[in-house]
């Protein structure tokens, strides 16, 4: 008999993937994403037929050519439709099964926004300069917010009324860090939670550098360096 606390909350749940030229790594993100869930694999300007593996596999296909991860994300969540919204990514470093515990935490209301903390399953998984890169991240986030989060990883969920009232304007790497400074404004209950961080399949678009770490850090610090805004609690507006 199957354990109860390993079936998918029976509830609506869509699946952001932002993907570019995840060819490679689709077909098994795409299994892991539990049954009953919507897969939304926004194809950011694919040039290896990313769009078309993802919907021979089910999946919904949203076009966002304007390139930027924050671009992509956001994409995505104007398309969701459903009452929870969980954000992955497309390159088999995450496994979207994972997901069901975090969309359970809210809504049972004991979080309203969760968030996987990568725990890097084998040397090399996650390299020095991206590791270095996110815990000063971190320091930064805690300064400003007073929340702390060991990891800004972009494995999460929430729900689609209280992320849409955030009013996420970043379209680059900033756009995971705003999510969550703008939520701790509203006061909002973030949590983590470990999760096994895989080799990924191709290479990295953002932190696979040290200029593209560096490059997602300044986009942060940007958000970092706006003022607090007046922010609807998640709880607001009946959203939960």
Known sequence: MTDQRDQPPAT??????????EAGALPWVLSR????????VVDNGSTDGSAEIARSLGATVVAEPRRGFGAAC??????????????????????????????RAVA?????????????????????????GN??????????????LRDLGP??????MALLSLD??????????????????????VREEDVPYLPRTGRSKVTGTWRGTWQAVRDM??????????????????VR
């Open 155 to 160: 494995l999460r969920a929430a729900r689609r």
């Open 168 to 189: 996420l304007t970043d379209r680059r790497s900033g756009y995971p860090l705003q999510m969550v400074v703008r939520a701790a404004d509203a006061g909002w209950r």
């Open 33 to 40: 994403v539990p049954a009953g869930w919507r897969a939304l």
């Open 221 to 238: 610090r940007a958000v970092l360096a706006e003022p607090p805004r007046a922010v609807p609690s998640a709880s607001a507006g009946g």
């Open 74 to 103: 956001h994409a995505g969540l104007l398309a969701a439709e459903a009452e929870f919204v969980c954000f992955c990514d497309c390159d088999a470093s995450l496994d979207p099964a994972l997901l069901t515990g975090f969309v």
């Open 12 to 21: 609506t749940v869509d699946v952001v993937l932002p993907c570019l030229n």
């Open 108 to 132: 049972a209301g004991e979080a309203d926004l969760v968030l996987g903390r990568r725990r890097p399953s084998g040397p090399g998984t996650w390299p020095v300069h991206a590791r270095v």
């Open 135 to 148: 815990a000063a991240l971190s320091r930064m986030l805690r300064r400003r917010t007073g929340t702390r």
